[in-house]
């Protein structure tokens, strides 16, 4: 098989089937780079929706359920786009955290009423007991600041 033959083939697309071992079977089609893709769209477009994601739907990937896979892993199918909007419900998750962990400290009774719960009684112990911490620092800090004005006369 020619050369010529060879690219003819490939141009109609067909499959490369040769007998003599010394003919190179290319059969690789004319797909862009990586920097083209990139910077055409966010990545691969379904030509049946004109979007990406879903090929079925054409909707955006579902999140899946918690750990069900890495999120970082290469050879995911969601796109660039989809990793950062990955990486920044997950950002938010983790403040949304962070924030009631700040709150259960200040408030061991906060968790089950942002639930819709009765707070247990452990949790209203330990609020308790957080609310007498706090009047006697508020005490020990008012007699510090006595102290100090004291000595100033």
Same mark, same amino acid.
């Given at each position: 098989?020619?050369?010529?033959?060879?690219?003819?083939q490939?141009e109609?697309?067909?499959?490369?089937?040769?007998?003599d071992?010394?003919?190179?079977l290319?059969?690789?089609?004319?797909?862009?780079?990586?920097?083209?893709?990139?910077?055409?769209?966010?990545?691969?477009?379904n030509?049946?929706?004109?979007?990406?994601g879903?090929?079925?739907t054409g909707?955006?990937?579902?999140?899946?359920?918690?750990?069900?896979?890495?999120?970082?892993?290469?050879?995911?199918? /969601? +796109?660039?786009?989809?990793?950062?909007?990955?990486? %920044?419900r =997950?950002? &938010?998750?983790?403040?949304?955290? *962070?924030?009631?962990a700040?709150?259960?400290k200040?408030?061991p009774?906060?968790?089950? /009423? +942002?639930?819709g719960?009765?707070?247990?009684r452990? %949790?209203? =112990?330990? &609020?308790?007991?957080v609310?007498? *911490?706090?009047?006697?620092?508020?005490?020990?800090d008012?007699?510090?600041a006595?102290?100090?004005?004291?000595?100033?006369?």
């Open positions: 098989m020619t050369k010529q033959e060879v690219k003819n490939q109609e697309g067909k499959k490369l089937t040769s007998q071992p010394s003919t190179p290319t059969t690789k089609p004319n797909l862009p780079t990586k920097t083209k893709m990139s910077e055409a769209n966010d990545g691969a477009i030509p049946a929706t004109g979007t990406s879903n090929p079925q909707e955006a990937h579902e999140h899946a359920p918690q750990d069900a896979h890495k999120r970082l892993d290469g050879k995911d199918e /969601r +796109s660039f786009k989809e990793n950062i909007t990955d990486a %920044a =997950v950002e &938010k998750l983790e403040k949304k955290a *962070e924030e009631e700040a709150e259960a200040e408030d009774t906060a968790i089950a /009423r +942002s639930h719960n009765e707070p247990s452990g %949790a209203k =112990v330990d &609020k308790k007991i609310d007498e *911490e706090a009047d006697i620092i508020a005490k020990m008012e007699a510090k006595q102290s100090a004005a004291a000595k100033k006369h």
